[in-house]
């Protein structure tokens, strides 16, 4: 009898080790999963990174681009309007000038 609990508990005892190891091998498929979880996280984060950053330099270049044009269509605008007065400008020097011709001319006729 006393054999037998011997061997009953032996084999307890060695089912107990078995499930230890097995338990132990879960653990560190578990951990090496996990780590490996860990790195692909961390490349998606690195290539999600680097678009947000391609995409903050193309927004970036988008905006410039627009306020450059924008820049250079009221230049554009402000010079036009500028022509157009210098052009009133010089229409009404003619007149006046065409004017003071005339008066001169009627001085000196006179006198």
């Given at each position: 009898?006393?054999?037998?609990?011997?061997?009953?508990?032996?084999?307890?005892?060695?089912?107990?080790?078995?499930?230890?190891?097995?338990?132990e091998?879960?653990?560190?498929?578990?951990?090496a999963?996990?780590?490996?979880?860990?790195?692909?996280?961390e490349?998606?984060?690195?290539?999600?990174?680097?678009?947000?950053q391609?995409?903050?330099?193309?927004?970036?270049?988008?905006?410039?681009?627009?306020?450059?044009?924008?820049?250079?269509?009221?230049?554009?605008?402000?010079?036009e309007?500028?022509?157009?007065?210098?052009?009133?400008?010089?229409?009404?020097?003619?007149?006046?000038?065409?004017?003071?011709?005339?008066?001169?001319?009627?001085?000196?006729?006179?006198?």
């Amino acid at each position: 009898m006393a054999h037998e609990r011997d061997a009953k508990q032996d084999n307890i005892l060695l089912v107990i080790a078995r499930k230890e190891q097995e338990l132990e091998r879960l653990i560190a498929e578990a951990r090496a999963e996990a780590e490996r979880m860990v790195v692909e996280a961390e490349a998606e984060a690195a290539r999600i990174r680097e678009r947000a950053q391609q995409e903050i330099v193309r927004l970036e270049r988008e905006a410039r681009e627009r306020a450059e044009a924008e820049a250079r269509a009221a230049e554009e605008r402000a010079l036009e309007r500028a022509r157009g007065e210098a052009e009133r400008f010089r229409a009404q020097a003619r007149q006046r000038m065409d004017e003071a011709v005339r008066r001169v001319v009627e001085a000196v006729l006179r006198g």
